[in-house]
């Protein structure tokens, strides 16, 4: 896995601290919305989003775990972080109005 020769590089140079980010929930993001849009409503969540495309980035993120978990177990003197950006973004999805309001407005000015 390329990822786990990168990380292993940037030990070998002396790195103390990394962080691998994870994927968003690809399956969200306009630009793939757009490309990829279905007729079948059943390939979209309850959030509008296209499920093949979230699932891919789910699994990924589990590989990189796994990757950062194997990494760090070796190398004990480099701190290695996993950065997971899914949940985060899916926590707005579901609970929008906790995150405060967006003024598109505001923002312009």
């Known amino acids: 896995m390329q990822t786990r020769a990168r990380m292993q590089r940037l030990i070998r140079l002396g790195a103390k601290r990394i962080v691998v980010p994870g994927n968003v929930p690809t399956g969200c993001v ?3 919305l757009t490309l990829y849009a279905s007729p079948n409503k059943s390939d979209y ?13 789910r699994y990924h993120n589990n590989l990189l775990r ?4 194997a990494l760090q177990h070796k190398y ?4 290695i972080a996993f950065a ?7 926590k ?8 405060g ?9």
């Open 45 to 57: 969540d309850k959030y509008g989003c296209l499920d093949k495309f979230n699932g891919l980035a």
């Open 76 to 79: 004990r003197h480099t701190k």
């Open 92 to 99: 707005f999805l579901q609970k929008p109005a906790k995150f």
């Open 84 to 90: 997971d950006y899914f949940q985060p973004v899916v």
């Open 101 to 109: 309001e967006i003024n598109i407005i505001t923002m312009l000015l």
């Open 66 to 69: 796994r990757e950062v978990q």
């Open 30 to 32: 306009p630009i793939v």
